[in-house]
Each structure stands twice: as structure tokens, then as C-alpha cells.
């Protein structure tokens, strides 16, 4: 397979909101997705590509090719790095190292609706945990504005302790309160010696997961 072809697909899965939603809008096994979005995956077939580029809306030429541009209509896109780390949506249960992994596009239309006329300082990351589901589901991928750093109320990447995690983030007096959007998961509250104490670090704020934010 194209050594790219899994990075292109992947972008058509994640423009779909995610292999269970992409399996749900082009009958194509979740399975099935996973594997092709994996690097040395199998070959995918025409059919795959068809449903594919037809329900993510776009260009089939270039998910076979990777030439000119995703967008069917032609707008253009631009090319965002995808780190190799994992944001624990949940219990938190990664390390800290980060290098880029690959270049993963995003088309023109999408930043234009994130507030975005570039892609500079933007940084995809993986996320794991349910606790922020219906907002980030489990596994999905997590666009984050690196310079962004600016505590407030919104969905940020952060660091705590040796954990990287993704959760909502409030304010509080000198403090911060943790937030999960899933109910199941009760709410952190740290004052100042605690965030100082397990080096707390805003890696950025989350612009886009399945939904936007």
C-alpha cells in the first residue's frame, strides 16, 4: 500500500467523527478502517475509497493519490504534525515524550470554522478514555492550539504530574477544577501548591474533536 495511503484514509475516518461514525455512514466494518488506517495496512479497495471520499466529501483522486487537494471543491488544505502521545481522557496512563509522527491534513473550510486561517501552532493528539464522551469519544483524535496556554473555561491539553491528559478546565480562585463531560466521572479540584507541587502545564486548548468546541 502507498506508504501515505493510511494517513490520507485516516483523515477521511476522522473527518466522519471517528471509525464508529465512519462505519455508520459508509457501511464499512470498523475493523475494517482500523486496519487500513495503520501504516503498511492492506490494500484498499476502489469501493473503500468510493464510500469513503462520497460520505466525508472528498476528493477521491486525491485519497488514491495524495495530489492536489482533499476538498472536492478545491478550496485547498494544509498539513497539521500528528504527535505520538495519547491524552488520557480518563485515568491518565502515558508518557511524556512527543515527536511528530507524521503530517496529517486538514482542509481550508475546517479551519475557517475553528477560527483559523492557518495551521501554524496547531497539533493533532490521540485520546484515550471515555470521561469526556459525548465530546471526545474514546480514541478519537484531538486537535490542539499549542499556543493557547492561557488558563480559562474550555477543553484543554494538559500535563500533571508525569500524565498527559484532555478534560474541561475551570478556574478556580488561585486553583483549577477538573472536568469530565461523561457523568459517571466526579470533578478534580487543585489549589496553587498542588499545581505547582505536580507541575501542572497547559499544552494547549482543544479546537476540535468529533465536534467542535
Not at 468510493?50 to 486525491?62: C, D, G, Q, T, Y
Request: hydrophobic letters at 40%; proline letters at 4%; charged letters at 25%.
Amino acid at each position: 500500500m502507498d506508504e501515505q495511503l493510511h494517513a490520507r484514509i485516516d483523515f477521511a475516518v476522522q473527518k466522519l467523527g471517528g471509525s464508529i461514525r465512519a462505519a455508520m455512514q459508509t457501511n464499512i466494518p470498523k475493523s475494517t478502517l482500523n486496519r487500513w488506517t495503520q501504516e503498511n495496512g492492506p490494500d484498499v479497495p476502489s469501493q473503500g475509497i468510493r464510500a469513503l471520499a462520497e460520505a466525508a466529501k472528498i476528493s477521491a483522486a486525491w485519497l488514491v493519490t495524495g495530489q492536489g487537494s482533499p476538498d472536492a471543491s478545491g478550496q485547498g488544505f494544509f498539513e497539521v504534525p500528528l504527535y505520538d502521545v495519547r491524552l488520557a481522557a480518563g485515568v491518565a496512563k502515558f508518557t511524556d515524550a512527543a515527536k511528530v509522527i507524521s503530517m496529517v491534513p486538514i482542509d481550508a473550510e475546517l479551519l475557517r470554522q475553528i477560527g483559523r486561517t492557518t495551521a501554524e501552532g496547531l497539533g493533532w493528539c490521540e485520546s484515550d478514555g471515555d470521561s469526556m464522551a459525548p465530546t471526545i469519544p474514546d480514541g478519537s483524535r484531538v486537535l490542539l492550539d499549542l499556543h493557547d496556554t492561557r488558563l480559562r473555561e474550555g477543553v484543554f491539553g494538559f500535563r500533571l504530574d508525569n500524565s498527559l491528559r484532555v478534560k474541561r478546565l475551570l478556574r478556580h480562585g488561585e486553583g483549577v477544577e477538573i472536568l469530565s463531560d461523561n457523568s459517571r466521572y466526579p470533578s478534580e479540584r487543585l489549589d496553587l501548591e498542588q499545581l505547582e507541587r505536580e507541575q501542572f502545564q497547559i499544552i494547549g486548548r482543544a479546537k476540535l474533536g468529533v465536534t467542535f468546541l
